[in-house]
Nanobody, 117 residues
Framework: QVHLVDSGGGLVQPGGSLRLSCVVS????????MGWYRQAPGKERELVAS???????NYADSVKGRFTISRDNTKKTVYLQMNSLKLEDTAVYHC???????????WGQGTQVTVSS
């Protein structure tokens, strides 16, 4: 059974930083593209950043230049470094595998990121 455990969220002031982690178990990790998604209250889930199995990255325009996605295949973990956080980054963040350009499989519990002064 595949499990994804998201962590690292918290309360931070505007301009602050957080590093999210997502540990994957129960499946091969290295050959999947991975993505970080977020869902704010009353909004649809959106893709924030993605990374291919080969390490190529892509970002939503709203986070480009502020967020960095990375992965450690030996630890079966994907990270999201978030800098210069803004109020509008407040959301529940989830990671997931990606297949054919879409999220694939079950979701973890997510981690809450709250940006507030």
């Amino acid at each position: 059974q595949v499990h994804l455990v998201d962590s690292g969220g918290g309360l931070v002031q505007p301009g602050g930083s957080l590093r999210l982690s997502c540990v994957v178990s129960g499946t091969i990790f290295w050959n999947y593209a991975m993505g970080w998604y977020r869902q704010a209250p009353g909004k649809e889930r959106e893709l924030v950043a993605s990374i291919t199995s080969g390490g190529m990255t892509n970002y939503a325009d709203s986070v480009k230049g502020r967020f960095t996605i990375s992965r450690d295949n030996t630890k079966k973990t994907v990270y999201l470094q978030m800098n210069s956080l803004k109020l509008e980054d407040t959301a529940v963040y989830h990671c997931n595998r990606r297949l054919n350009g879409a999220a694939f499989g079950s979701w973890g519990q997510g981690t809450q990121v709250t940006v507030s002064s």
